[in-house]
């Protein structure tokens, strides 16, 4: 199947996420001149060296809108009831996504890894998860194989039978992967991280699933290595997005 | 399965959309009224017998804000792989949707109806559809029901094991149902309109898929009744969304 | 001038805003009944009654959404450097503004009132401010009176001129009023709410100027009558926008 | 005053726009890569040698979204009156402002250019201009400099009694100039063009003040250099935004 990224017409199964910086326009100086305009006027840029104090009390007293000049292109690999939950996200996002309209989907699809919870405990709104017991992992990997592997034959017998891409992906199950472009600001970047990564630390702590907390890790690493005042500002005001 | 608004527990095999109007606060003279803000002040309320005329030039050359005033709640029900494409309209759209991390999904599964064409002829970016054969309908209605009912016999196996519904959920295919709340207005209703319907006479036709352009055109029936002085500019217009 | 809701030609002074409630689309059940599509499925309404506690829960929790379904519309009065601000509020808000190119602008200019606080004290960020003196006062006053009316009758002899409206306001002074349609959702309202009033109890106070928050004071009266559980919890819970 | 980018201390009247580009992060390829994940899936980076069809293909059928991952960051000055205007776009752009409450404004104000017509003729909504008389001319500017000089000398005389900043802005009038940053991406800007360009050929004509349109030519300078297919598909296929 040449052109397709992934895969030579074989199953795959994957555990892990793939989130690549395709490009940033992005520094904390850019927050910093910004916010400088309000208060200065004029375009004259900020030295990255005295930022450290104004991203801090923009991040502390919520003022948001300095961030939004900093953006970053990232593509994403991560299964369909990932990308589900990460589509959500309109303000300050845009996204392409592969489309199983126009492309026939590749044979790759999520298994949770060893090390992956699969018991929830607690109650509504929020829900602890405990390591499963060796039957429940091997039944719950055992059972997304076997489906995965009879629905993507079945998606390929009905594309052989002529039927249109659109019809035939409709037996897919949500976890086959799909991929996307998302380009954001520092700003929707941090109230995407603030609701998709658990920490005890957070003013108000959020309950994610397990698999879009991995892409998200991955995006917040981004943030640290590009804006690093600006992710320590973040980590030091409880994670609220300003 | 008590407070489940869908099923008892067995395979429900449905080939058609729900779209329920909860509630709107929309009328033509919502348009007119704010549109004479711009041109009079004031907050007198228009008489709708006066507006077509300023409806029409609003709606021709594109002023678009005076229809973000009129907005409407629908309830929806449709296939994972509708809800997908729905859900990429960000602009004027809120959504509350059914959790397959909160609740236990119910076993309701789209098939296509048999008038719902099955191939796919032309080229990238303008596709035709036509009826399948008999073979190609036989086929892909025998294929998505053994593949629902497997998927989510396997769903419930891992429930009763004890793996949390966000884990088991990942062997269900995208053809199961999901509801959700969608409150829109009129402009992005028009805008949803303009992409998900296909109509000859549009200045820029669209091409949906057949799914969610069932869903669009019985929220078009409700902005027909709701605001038909409104529909009928963005017909007369070219279905162009202000 | 006939048509216009201000003023009979004559200069026009005012030191209140004008907050008219259009109409609504707006209760606490609108927002559990979207709440519960999520845990609930189905598009059940739920009753009032037994919401406060799910209200409480979400804004305390931050899921925003589900406050997205309740709809304001309101018809505003206020100076043109108070729509500045108000403008700045982009998400989850429309706009309709009086237009000084299209229409004749009316001689209503804002003076402050004699208990609005003229001296600021502090630092940046975090502004007080104390009464004036009786000179600061009847300088204040005496000067905008004095530049409004100068301005307007200069603005006049440009129209009789045969200058256009639209660069004949060029002279006219940002304390002139303006009148605007402003439709938002509950959630966008508790968001500008947030940043447009001061109240000691807010985890994240903001220090905005008195003018807007005369403003925001008078729509934040119409969602406490509309919306009486949200509005409690959204002050219960540190005036944090969910 | 030492810090302020425009002025030393003297009254200054200009009758032009500073549109600057800060930083970009925007080229053809971006759009072509980005629509690309849709067909192909995978990261792969196209070349800009063969995107020109693509490029068009997604103008002309108004797939808008590939056109969002390349973004542009503006330094803008320009009145007051169109920083109005231009604060009416709200999806895809950011802004940061100069602020009245925060610095003292500095004295440079707006006088029309002798070849900016003054004259409006034909009816709203789709108004003409004309030159004006060298009656009208002399009477505009004469008295725009009048009152832009009385105005600040009053301001500063408040600063001088020590009146708060916010409070003694409230004289000048709406031809002072303000700045600010913008950031926008290819899609919000091309329909920021569309709106606020006047060309004769576009679909959709618009009937933009002739001072933002000032704005807006400079930035469509910088579209034209930065994305040169993408400039060229807009204007080739009726300068709608996609």
Same mark, same amino acid.
């Given at each position: 199947?040449?052109?397709?990224?992934?895969? *030579?017409?074989?199953?795959?199964?994957? $555990?892990?996420?793939?989130? %690549? =910086?395709?490009?940033?326009?992005?520094?904390? &100086? /850019?927050?910093?001149?910004?916010?400088?305009?309000?208060?200065?006027?004029?375009?004259?840029?900020?030295?990255?060296?005295?930022?450290?104090?104004?991203?801090?009390?923009?991040?502390?007293?919520?003022?948001?809108?300095?961030?939004?000049?900093?953006?970053?292109?990232?593509?994403?690999?991560?299964?369909?009831?990932?990308?589900?939950?990460?589509?959500?996200?309109?303000? *300050?996002?845009?996204?392409?996504?592969? $489309?199983?309209?126009?492309? %026939? =989907?590749?044979?790759?699809?999520?298994?949770? &890894? /060893?090390?992956?919870?699969?018991?929830?405990?607690?109650?509504?709104?929020?829900?602890?998860?405990?390591?499963?017991?060796?039957?429940?992992?091997?039944?719950?990997?055992?059972?997304?194989?076997?489906?995965?592997?009879?629905?993507?034959?079945?998606?390929?017998?009905?594309?052989?039978?002529?039927?249109?891409?659109?019809?035939?992906?409709?037996?897919?199950?949500?976890?086959?992967?799909?991929?996307?472009?998302?380009?954001?600001?520092?700003?929707? =970047?941090?109230?995407?991280?603030?609701?998709?990564?658990?920490?005890?630390?957070?003013?108000?702590?959020?309950?994610?699933?397990?698999?879009?907390?991995?892409?998200?890790?991955?995006?917040?690493?981004?943030?640290?290595?590009?804006?690093?005042?600006?992710?320590?500002?973040?980590?030091?005001?409880?994670?609220?997005?300003?």
């Amino acid at each position: 199947m040449p052109g397709s990224p992934f895969h *030579g017409g074989k199953m795959e199964f994957r $555990s892990d996420m793939t989130v %690549e =910086l395709i490009k940033q326009s992005a520094d904390d &100086a /850019d927050v910093a001149s910004s916010a400088r305009v309000s208060t200065l006027g004029g375009a004259a840029r900020v030295q990255e060296s005295s930022t450290t104090g104004l991203i801090n009390f923009l991040m502390r007293d919520r003022h948001g809108s300095p961030f939004e000049h900093a953006t970053f292109t990232f593509y994403v690999e991560c299964p369909v009831f990932v990308a589900r939950e990460f589509f959500r996200h309109r303000a *300050g996002w845009s996204y392409n996504e592969e $489309s199983g309209r126009y492309k %026939e =989907l590749a044979p790759v699809f999520y298994v949770p &890894a /060893d090390d992956r919870p699969l018991r929830q405990v607690g109650k509504p709104g929020a829900y602890q998860f405990e390591l499963g017991t060796y039957k429940q992992y091997m039944t719950v990997s055992g059972d997304l194989r076997r489906i995965s592997r009879e629905a993507y034959e079945t998606y390929k017998r009905l594309l052989d039978l002529e039927v249109a891409r659109e019809v035939s992906r409709m037996v897919l199950p949500v976890n086959i992967y799909t991929s996307f472009y998302a380009t954001c600001n520092a700003r929707s =970047l941090m109230h995407f991280l603030s609701l998709r990564t658990y920490d005890e630390t957070s003013k108000f702590p959020s309950f994610p699933q397990r698999e879009i907390e991995m892409v998200a890790e991955k995006m917040e690493d981004h943030l640290h290595f590009q804006m690093p005042q600006t992710w320590l500002a973040f980590q030091n005001n409880g994670r609220v997005a300003p």
